[in-house]
């Protein structure tokens, strides 16, 4: 029978946690790409993470945060692009590593800022 402390460290896969750590050096199947000929983005629950895995229109697949950077909105309504993921609400566009490429109204007011070279989601 296992302990309280040794049943905790089994079991919690969150980000930060030992077995979390663990689990994230090895692949593990999440989805089957034929899955992605209708539905190109799909929400998912992976080690304690609420994510979001997609594929785009140039056939690259990512998995990133399901909640945007700018106001959490729900990235599973974003839409595909040619090159990535765009968030429904304000706009901004999320490549398959996390990245922000596009903010239409911070590229439009003050495009010499480049707020979004900042901006990352895992
Ligand atoms: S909430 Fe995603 S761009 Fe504003």
Redesign the pocket.
Known sequence: MLSNQDNELLTRVGPGTAMGELLRRYWMPIAAVTEFEKETVRPLRLLGEDLVLYKDQAGTFGLVDRH?A????DLSYGFVEECGLR?N????LYDEKGRCLEQPYEDTAAPQARFKDKIHIN
């Open positions: 945007c700018h106001r959490r909105a968030c609400y304000h706009g901004w």
